[in-house]
């Protein structure tokens, strides 16, 4: 039986990556059959390098990853200074802001997400705890 | 000043490929979304043949297929294209799934390869495409990090996207997830399998590429 192993990852371990270097990172770490906790997210052509890289990677042990990202969402009706409070954030903490997690397919089952939560479900396999639901709250 | 840099740099890219005679629609999704019925749909209606096979089985287009030169006539209008049907974009495949429906060993093995491969071509193809039709299964979740990747991804690159919602023929399809899901976007609610709303379909693919 193997424990099942969350590492929690900085922002500011990828910051100085460039997009080849930020997948392999995270792309090694999974297939160490770590979940990994990121925090923030990776860019949009970051994440699609990741998935092509993560094909490329498939074999008969390694199936692939669940991914799933979670960031605090825009109110329709915010006010204008909530929008501008807002802006600025953006501007100082970039892509720094919500949580990915990645984990291997052959122990993360889904990843079910919304605007407002985000639940992990866990394929049971080599796992000390079966069945685990590991819900995440929005961030706020 | 950023924003309205970014605006006339849209509507340059947009005119630009307004300007040209064919241009090249791309079907892209998640695995058994129905992108391939739907290719057949277009194909059978403005062709008449199909185009792509469909199986139950995910993963059943594994390669790049191409229709060349379809056009289109709508009420005094035409729309020349040429319609890429892409493979499935997934972050998993385990050969053990298509074990599980049937295939031998060596079948699955091969197909989970190909499947593979077939993701990394429908990603490297992104780039070529002028036009996009995102299908969804809409008796499934929509809120993946896949279909959420895809779109943000043909947004950075300025490409043009109607998000479909298909398998409306189907009791569990629940077209307003997706339309929650993804406000900013229009959707259209069809069934390509019994070509249902296809007339919706086809007035906004005129809105988008035409």
């Keep these: 039986m193997v424990d099942l192993t969350l590492q929690f990852m900085p922002y500011n371990d990828i910051e100085h990556l460039d997009t080849a270097e930020r997948v392999e990172k995270l792309l090694d770490l999974v297939k160490q059959n770590k979940i990994l906790l990121l925090e923030g997210r990776l860019k949009r052509e970051e994440e699609i390098e990741f998935i092509k890289r993560t094909m490329e990677e498939i074999d008969e042990t390694f199936k692939g990853v669940e991914i799933g990202t979670i960031e605090p969402r825009d109110k329709a009706n915010q006010a204008l200074l909530g929008k501008f409070r807002k802006s600025v954030v953006n501007f100082i903490l970039g892509d720094r802001r919500g949580i990915t997690i990645i984990g291997p397919a052959s122990v993360v089952k889904e990843i079910r997400q919304d605007p407002d939560k985000i639940e992990l479900f866990t394929t049971g396999k080599g796992l000390s705890i079966k069945n685990k639901k590991i819900r995440k709250k929005k961030q706020k | 000043m950023i924003k309205l840099l970014q605006q006339f740099i849209k509507k340059v890219f947009r005119d630009l490929f307004k300007r040209k005679k064919h241009i090249k629609l791309g079907l892209y999704g998640p695995p058994n979304g129905g992108k391939s019925t739907l290719a057949n749909r277009i194909c059978k209606d403005w062709l008449g043949e199909e185009m792509s096979s469909v199986s139950h089985i995910a993963h059943e287009t594994r390669e790049i297929q191409v229709k060349e030169e379809i056009k289109m006539e709508k009420d005094g209008k035409e729309l020349s294209f040429n319609l890429v049907d892409t493979p499935g974009i997934a972050t998993k495949i385990d050969y053990e799934d298509f074990l599980k429906q049937g295939l031998k060993s060596t079948q699955a093995k091969t197909r989970a390869k190909e499947a593979t491969k077939g993701v990394v071509e429908a990603i490297k193809w992104l780039d070529d495409m002028d036009c996009v039709i995102i299908v969804l299964d809409s008796t499934k979740d929509p809120y993946s990090q896949v279909n959420i990747t895809i779109i943000g991804n043909l947004q950075a690159r300025n490409i043009p996207v109607l998000l479909v919602a298909n398998k409306t023929d189907l009791k569990k399809s629940k077209v307003k997830k997706i339309e929650a899901a993804f406000p900013q976007y229009e959707i259209v609610a069809i069934s390509?399998?019994?070509?249902?709303?296809?007339?919706?379909?086809?007035?906004?693919?005129?809105?988008?590429?035409?």
């Design chain 2, 192 to 210: 390509a399998k019994k070509g249902k709303n296809m007339d919706e379909f086809y007035e906004a693919l005129f809105a988008l590429a035409g």
